[in-house]
């Protein structure tokens, strides 16, 4: 059972703890039977190398009481592998993940970009996308939604999306935007050298044809954020995790 921070009030996240580890979960995914989800703090590094990267997974996968913990080597692309949880781990080079396997855990690793959540429990599917900016200016949320299609057969109005705490508008500052950004991407410039990825994760979730109801975002700023590890802000090689799975 999981055991509230504080009140969780009005917004998209709020705090729980899972015996003794700290998380935030969107009210809205909870709301869904058969599905699980939590993002992680800086509480636990998830980072991809260093001496506790293994025991800190472990303890991730047993404290939310899952049959198994999968994750990709992450490389800003936007490469998308279903996965049974029988695989050895990374189970490959990608940086998306699906399973309509109860119990399996899809864990994206984070320090800045987006983890989005593509839940269909309704339909026995989940989805993990990681998508900093390059993955979302490749279109990486949409070709999460098509994935599911083309995998599963789960049509874009079925899915609930979620996009965790990832670098907000206020710090998402992109000096050479010009040569780094798709033109698609002005209209989510909100400063000279400002973008609001988030909102293009949207605008990319709602052309796929998520239905707008059922995206959800944290609006928090990982950079703001000292409970979140966050590269830009202190350089370093921490990792803090969102996971979905089905429950079993």
């Known amino acids: 059972m999981s055991t509230p921070l504080e009140s969780p009030g009005a917004g998209p996240l709020r705090p729980l703890r899972l015996g003794e580890v700290d998380f935030w979960a969107f009210p809205a995914l ?25 025991p800190n997974l472990e303890r991730l996968r047993r404290t939310l009481g899952l049959k198994r913990l999968a994750w990709v080597r992450q490389v800003h ?24 396997q109860p119990g399996v855990g899809l864990l994206i690793k984070q320090a800045d970009c987006q983890a989005v959540i593509l839940a269909a429990p309704e ?23 098509e994935f599911l299609r083309e995998r599963y057969g789960v049509e874009p109005h079925e899915i609930h999306a979620a996009v965790s705490p990832s670098l907000g508008a206020c710090c998402g500052e992109f000096v050479n935007w010009r040569e780094k950004l798709p033109a698609w991407f002005a209209p989510f410039r909100v400063g000279e050298n400002h973008f609001d990825l988030e909102a293009a994760t949207r605008h990319q979730l709602e052309a796929a044809g998520v239905r707008p109801q059922r995206i959800f975002t944290s609006g928090r700023c990982t950079v703001c954020s000292p409970e979140f590890f966050s ?13 979905v799975a089905l429950r079993e």
């Open 30 to 54: 909870e709301a869904l039977p058969g599905l699980l989800h939590a993002v992680s703090t800086r509480q636990v590094d998830l980072a991809a190398s260093g001496d506790q990267a293994g």
């Open 123 to 145: 339909r026995g599917v989940v989805a993990n996308l990681h998508a900093g900016w390059r993955g979302n200016a490749a279109g990486m949320p949409a070709k999460g939604v």
């Open 231 to 243: 590269y830009r802000r202190d350089k370093t090689a921490g990792r803090f995790g969102t996971v």
């Open 77 to 100: 692309g936007t490469d998308i592998v279903a996965v049974n949880g029988e695989e050895a781990w990374p189970a490959g080079v990608a940086d998306g993940l699906t399973t309509d």
